[in-house]
Each structure stands twice: as structure tokens, then as C-alpha cells.
């Protein structure tokens, strides 16, 4: 729905936005305004709109709505660099910032109980690791992504923008991998779901992978750092 503290100037704004995304605007007695269309037409909507409209109260207030406010999205972008290292990619600032919305806006329709529609992406180089975000995010924010999120997702991260490939920390990527392992594995047996808890991951990872610069580790061969 259209919030109705939006002002007429904003409104004729979203209303042309709407239009060209391929949606349509309904009245609803005792509703207001609603859009209608696909899910995905909204999505890319939204995260143009939010993308765009910087530092402006309309911004604010979308931001409020979608559940994108700076301190919810901490670690939907610790999750999403934590990828870029691993699959040796660095999104352009404005990419990088495009993907953080997207996702933000994905977490918080998924909550609401709105799934993308059916959609299918050719096989990319993008794939694994959209499906590695969505099982991060699965785990972290308590939402199931359907493949049609993940194949959504490649497709908005292969017309995305990278930096020139920089090279990776491939012994810090591995650490971070083994103390998720870790934990899920403690997890399965506590009644406490820290599985779920990003701080005390990244606590423990980051602790893990400074006593081990510390102590030269990670000149030790692959086989080392796995025992």
C-alpha cells in the first residue's frame, strides 16, 4: 500500500515510477491506494526508488517500511563482503549498495509472506554464490528462500558492477568457514539456537584468525589449517 504520509509532489513521482515498472495502481475503498503487478516488478522498484532518493525524508520512511534501515542491514552486508572474498569478486560501491537494498527488501517480503513468482535464470557464475548469500540469510534472519530468490538473485549479481579482482585472504575465507561449520555443530546439540547469532560468529572467526596471524598459521599448508 501507498503510505498515506507521502505528499501529492511525492506521489505523482511514485505514481510515473510505478507506471514504468510495469505496475499498476488500484483504489481500494478503506485501503487507499495499492499497486499490483509482479513480485519481482516491485522489488527492483523498491530498490531503485531507495537507491535514488538519498538522504530525503521519502527515503526515511521507505527505508522504515521495507525493514532497510541502516541498523537491520549490518549484516546482510557483512554477509554479502564476506562472499565477495570468497568467490574473489568486489562490487562497485553503487552495486554493492544496489545489492544490500535488494536484499533487505527480499528478507522483509519473504517475512511478510510474499516469494517471488516463478523465475528461472540460466546456469551463471553467479549462481553458487546467490545461493550461498540466501543460505547465510536463511540462517541468520529465519526466512526460506525458494530457488527462484536464488535465481533471481544471479541474475541481478551478473549485471552488476566489479572492481578489478583483488586478491583474496583464501586462509581467513577458510577460517570463517570452519567456525560456521563449528558452531552449527555445537548448536545441534544446545537448546540454544546460536547458529543463528552473527556477532558471536564473527567474534569467534575474527579471534580464531588473529591468534593465527599471531602465531604465523597461515604459512602452514591447507592440511594444517583443516586438523
Do not use: W
Amino acid at each position: 500500500m501507498i503510505e498515506q504520509y507521502v505528499s501529492i509532489v511525492d506521489l505523482e513521482d511514485i505514481k510515473a515510477a510505478i507506471q514504468e515498472a510495469g505496475l499498476r495502481i488500484s483504489s481500494h475503498p478503506n485501503k487507499g491506494l495499492l499497486v499490483e503487478g509482479e513480485e519481482s516488478c516491485r522489488r527492483v522498484l523498491l530498490t531503485h526508488m531507495l537507491y535514488r532518493a538519498e538522504n530525503t525524508s521519502l527515503q526515511q520512511s521507505m527505508l522504515k517500511s521495507t525493514g532497510c534501515l541502516s541498523e537491520n542491514m549490518l549484516i546482510v552486508q557483512k554477509l554479502l563482503r564476506e562472499k565477495e572474498k570468497q568467490y574473489k569478486c568486489s562490487l562497485t560501491d553503487g552495486s554493492f549498495r544496489r545489492i544490500v537494498l535488494y536484499l533487505g527488501i527480499s528478507i522483509h517480503r519473504m517475512k511478510q509472506g510474499y516469494p517471488l513468482e516463478l523465475y528461472t535464470a540460466l546456469e551463471n557464475d553467479k549462481t553458487a554464490m546467490a545461493q550461498d548469500i540466501y543460505d547465510l540469510i536463511e540462517q541468520y534472519y529465519q526466512v526460506t528462500a525458494p530457488p527462484a530468490e536464488v535465481a533471481f538473485l544471479s541474475a541481478r549479481l551478473c549485471n552488476a558492477h566489479y572492481l578489478k579482482s583483488q586478491e583474496s585472504d583464501e586462509a581467513a575465507i577458510k577460517i570463517q568457514l570452519l567456525t560456521r561449520q563449528f558452531i552449527a555443530a555445537i548448536s545441534a546439540s544446545m537448546p540454544v539456537n546460536i547458529a543463528g547469532d552473527y556477532d558471536f560468529f564473527e567474534n569467534l572467526s575474527n579471534h580464531l584468525i588473529s591468534t593465527l596471524r599471531t602465531e604465523a598459521v597461515f604459512d602452514m599448508p591447507d592440511s594444517s589449517i583443516h586438523k
